[in-house]
């Protein structure tokens, strides 16, 4: 299996993980919250309830605004005097006496470069001197910052509640990062999809264009602009995030430029509920799928044959297909592109699908039906309301692709 996609696999397996045990969690102490009598509930409630209210902001890291959020709540859970916060540069973020922020920053530097729990007794400050238990966040084997807990004296219990908090924050930490290796292995597969726009294409393209330049001046240059409007919707660098309506548009040009050059034997059907038009989808997911249908289905069948293209309406979800009357796959290597093995001429499929999985989840990946000689059917299913950076899609009309 490539590295990309254990990556990929490890990734979705810790945060799936992480998100279904938080979920139970909350859900069971919501449930018991209604029947919170002893005080020992009550604490045990509060404590929960603390703790989920940091980790929102941990997730931003350990400097910032979101870490000075966090402090307020763990400072709350330790019953501290002060807390500090700092991270691996030894940046603090105190939360109680700012007196206290140069003994913090002192210690945050000690711990970050030891590794090591410690407690500092009788540290001056205006008003007297205080006690501080300081313990290490680690991420792995690296030491990425440090929790100080500030109080008048420093008890047994308040030094190991210390190094179980920073334990806790350290998972956070790691989640977060988890996070943003999900965000870059996203982006790194979308440029493989970018990448993957063949040189093949663009090459029979503009031959086909300067087929025309003498003999159809007009056609010529209605195709050069159907080519600067696909090669710059493929490239384009803002969002991850497009409409099912900017994708057809996409799609539309890209299906103009081969029809230039397989003329009638690439026929093309087109049936969209205007309903799904606004749908929010992973940029790029579509169009792989027709061209994959071009390149591998129709090109290599006498006669060419037909794509259709359609998107339903289904209440909370748009049914999108793409299927062709092509050569087919091998059900085989259908299977094993799907399951994540070595994707072969089909990287199009592999990238789209696990794009899929990575946004909804594992039950809205591909489905695909084919078999050899009989052709090639692509089904998805993609939620209407997902709220993924919706803003970051545009829409506008569809021109209409003719037969």
Do not use: C
């Amino acid at each position: 299996m490539p590295e990309s996609m254990m990556l990929a696999a490890a990734i979705g397996v810790a945060a799936g993980a992480a998100a279904v045990g938080l979920v139970l969690l909350l859900r069971r102490i919501v449930l018991a919250s209604k029947d919170l009598g002893t005080e020992a509930e009550q604490a045990t409630y509060q404590t929960l309830h603390l703790a989920s209210r940091a980790a929102k902001h941990l997730r931003g890291g350990l400097a910032g605004a979101d870490a000075a959020r966090a402090s307020r709540h763990l400072r709350t859970l330790l019953e501290a005097e002060t807390l500090a916060i700092a991270d691996a540069e030894g940046v603090v973020t105190i939360d109680g006496d700012e007196a206290l922020r140069a003994a913090a920053t002192r210690l945050a530097r000690d711990i970050v470069a030891s590794g090591k729990q410690r407690v500092d007794r009788r540290i001056p400050t205006p008003h007297g001197e205080t006690d501080a238990v300081a313990a290490p966040v680690f991420a792995g084997q690296r030491t990425v910052g440090a929790i100080i807990a500030f109080a008048s004296p420093v008890r047994a219990g308040l030094v190991r509640a210390t190094g179980e908090v920073a334990d806790w924050v350290a998972a956070q930490v790691e989640l977060a990062e988890l996070d943003a290796n999900r965000a870059a292995l996203a982006e790194a597969e979308l440029r493989a999809l970018r990448s993957q726009i063949s040189p093949h294409f663009i090459y029979n393209s503009l031959n086909a264009i300067a087929s025309f330049i003498i003999t159809d001046p007009a056609k010529a240059r209605e195709l050069v602009l159907e080519f600067a409007d696909f090669t710059r919707y493929s490239f384009r660098r803002q969002g991850d995030f497009t409409t099912v309506a900017e994708e057809l548009r996409s799609i539309d040009s890209y299906l103009r430029l081969e029809r230039a050059r397989f003329g009638d034997r690439l026929r093309v059907t087109l049936q969209i509920a205007p309903e799904v038009l606004s749908t929010v989808i992973p940029f790029l997911s579509i169009q792989p799928l027709v061209e994959n249908a071009v390149r591998h289905g129709l090109e290599a069948k006498e006669g060419g044959g037909r794509i259709t293209i359609t998107a339903e309406d289904a209440a909370a979800f748009a049914h999108i297909s793409v299927e062709d009357d092509g050569v087919g796959i091998d059900p085989d290597i259908a299977e094993r592109v799907l399951a994540g093995g070595s994707p072969g001429e089909h990287v199009g499929l592999r990238n789209v699908d696990a794009r899929l999985r990575q946004v909804y989840g594992d039950e809205h990946g591909l489905v695909v039906e084919t078999n050899l000689g009989a052709g090639t059917l692509v089904r998805m299913r993609v939620p209407k309301a997902h709220p993924a950076r919706a803003s970051e899609a545009s829409t506008g009309p569809v021109r209409r692709m003719r037969d």
